[in-house]
């Protein structure tokens, strides 16, 4: 997931080029106001990032996150979700729930952008991916869709050299 992240971080995303940035900026928005940060992602997640560092090591003597156990990385998790773990000068939910809707775009994204590797989040769910034609289905209504995904580049039994 990683790669996707960094990808898009790296590209109009991480930058909001096609979002107006200029404030003013509301401390409590409505949802319906939508982003109320100056901060584009890839400041977001530079800061939050480096904020939950400092925090993981002066909470967790010295430790980084990934050195946590899985029980101390879930109630981390939980508490930054939650907005309870108070971040230096970074705001835990904020965080969160950035990490949280990229990865899950991540994960359901075509595989061409750099996650959801082997079409696994479309295998979990069921999603066709992008296929032509379904002509040979919609005559068959409620009856499991049988067929790999198939993403904007195909599948890799479709390259030539590669093992389906």
Not at 103 to 108: K, Q, R
Request: glycine share 12%; aromatic share 14%.
């Amino acid at each position: 997931m990683t790669f996707f992240i960094d990808r898009q971080l790296t590209g109009p995303y991480g930058g909001y080029d096609w979002l107006y940035m200029q404030g003013p900026f509301s401390a409590n928005p409505l949802p319906s106001q939508g982003l109320q940060s100056p901060l584009v992602p890839r400041q977001q997640y530079r800061q939050g990032l480096a904020a939950l560092a400092s925090y993981c090591k002066t909470t967790f003597a010295g430790r980084g996150f990934a050195e946590l156990s899985a029980d101390e990385q879930d109630k981390l998790l939980t508490g930054l979700e939650k907005g309870e773990v108070k971040l230096p000068n970074f705001d835990s939910r904020m965080l969160f729930q950035l990490v949280y809707a990229n990865t899950m775009e991540g994960f359901f994204a075509d595989p061409i952008y750099g996650g959801n590797r082997d079409m696994v989040g479309w295998k979990l769910v069921g999603f066709p991916g992008t296929r032509y034609d379904y002509r040979d289905v919609i005559a068959k209504p409620n009856q499991v869709y049988t067929l790999p995904p198939v993403g904007l580049q195909g599948r890799p039994a479709w390259t030539v050299g590669e093992k389906p």
